[in-house]
């Protein structure tokens, strides 16, 4: 139980330590339901809240630290978590492994929804995504289950199948944190379905062949999971970021179309909401939909992509912006940027914009250009300028 208990603390605290502001598609609050499913099910009540409760709160002093989100989210989270913990364990005998499940889930959502309503209003909707965090809990299941095998009579396995299902955890969470990376997403399905073979027959040799397949099929998924890969994980360890811990967290060292700067972020309202994906990035498209300013001054606009060097649409951009780039002008940029284009872009614009890459972790995970640092319009859609041109079209409209 010991070794279990300190195996689950270092997990949950990397778990934790790796969450956003909000939900995101597929993968919901991910690793933080991960750790309170496996608690539940692995401890006594007292015990698993105060597992939880200890994991969460180093994780909580990691992201504050590296400013990886806004401080309250965590707080809030171990605030209200670590109860749910204690209850849904105390219910464990009731519930049941699938139960428990959607109970945890269910509480989640409730809850992430009410606050973010509440908070935001109608922007709040994007807390309804907490709802696929369940499509993590078969690997914390498989996790609990090898991990309280005995190895005396299971030999290999519960080592192996442990590892499988980290290896899968990794493959599926990592390949659909926010952009979308088939190879690894699939991979991590595979290695469910084989993992669930596993545990249906937990004795003899098809067992362990089953959990060697699921992890052999995760590490492949991993290996070929390409630039959505890449970005995802460069996003999501952004705490384990060793530059995340200095004052240059945010600083731009590009030589190209990008000045170099100390912070990126300087003139733009709550950093810790994004996180960057490449300092730099050209991207050519069409702007869809009626630009508005926000209510932070902020000039927003979407673009579907003709071509760019290097941004990619994420899971959010396909569902959430209906296939669009979201790009964004701080209002410290607004002359600078703005001024040369007449004060404005029409719906239907060729434009070319230049910025900051990154991925919102407060809006369902989708990718924008945030602060864009230029914009020249290749061609003209309306020989009306902004904002005359938006006249009779709905704000979002397309």
Not at 27 to 49: I, K, N, Q
Not at 159 to 165: E, K, R, Y
Request: positive net charge.
């Amino acid at each position: 139980m010991k070794a279990r208990a300190a195996l689950y603390a270092i997990l949950a605290f990397a778990g934790i330590s790796l969450m956003a502001n909000a939900p995101g598609i597929l993968v919901g609050y991910g690793l933080v339901y991960a750790a309170m499913y496996y608690a539940v099910l692995a401890f006594p009540p007292a015990m698993a809240a105060a597992l939880f409760a200890t994991a969460h709160a180093a994780a909580l002093a990691v992201i504050a630290e590296t400013r990886a989100a806004f401080t309250l989210v965590p707080a809030a989270s171990l605030a209200l978590r670590t109860p749910l913990v204690y209850v849904a364990a105390r219910l464990r005998g009731r519930l049941g492994a699938l139960g428990e499940a959607f109970l945890l889930a269910g509480v989640d959502q409730l809850v992430a929804l009410t606050i973010a309503i509440l908070y935001y209003g109608n922007d709040g909707i994007h807390a309804g995504l907490a709802i696929y965090e369940l499509l993590l809990a078969p690997y914390a299941y498989y996790a609990y289950h090898y991990t309280t095998l005995e190895a005396r009579r299971h030999g290999w396995a519960p080592a192996l199948g442990l590892t499988a299902s980290l290896a899968g955890l990794a493959a599926y969470y990592f390949g659909a944190y926010a952009f979308l990376s088939l190879p690894s997403l699939a991979a991590g399905a595979v290695a469910a379905l084989a993992l669930g073979a596993a545990v249906a027959r937990p004795h003899g040799a098809t067992a362990l062949g089953a959990a060697a397949l699921a992890l052999a099929v995760a590490a492949s998924g991993l290996a070929l999971g390409g630039t959505p890969l890449s970005y995802n994980l460069k996003v999501s360890l952004y705490p384990f970021e060793p530059h995340s811990w200095g004052p240059q967290r945010w600083a731009q060292s590009s030589t190209g179309p990008c000045q170099s700067t100390s912070n990126v972020f300087r003139y733009t309202h709550d950093p810790a909401r994004l996180r960057i994906v490449e300092g730099c990035v050209t991207v050519t498209g069409r702007v869809v939909g009626a630009p508005k300013i926000e209510d932070d001054g902020d000039y927003c606009f979407d673009v579907k992509i003709i071509n760019s060097s290097g941004a990619i649409l994420s899971l959010g951009n396909e569902v959430l912006r209906r296939g669009a780039l979201h790009v964004e002008v701080v209002p410290h940029d607004h002359f600078r940027v703005l001024g040369p284009i007449g004060g404005g872009v029409c719906p239907g614009d060729i434009v070319r914009v230049t910025g900051v890459y990154v991925v919102d972790t407060d809006h369902g995970m989708w990718a924008e250009v945030h602060p864009a640092y230029n914009i020249t319009v290749l061609k003209r859609a309306s020989t009306s300028p902004w904002p005359d041109c938006l006249r009779g079209r709905a704000v979002g409209g397309g």
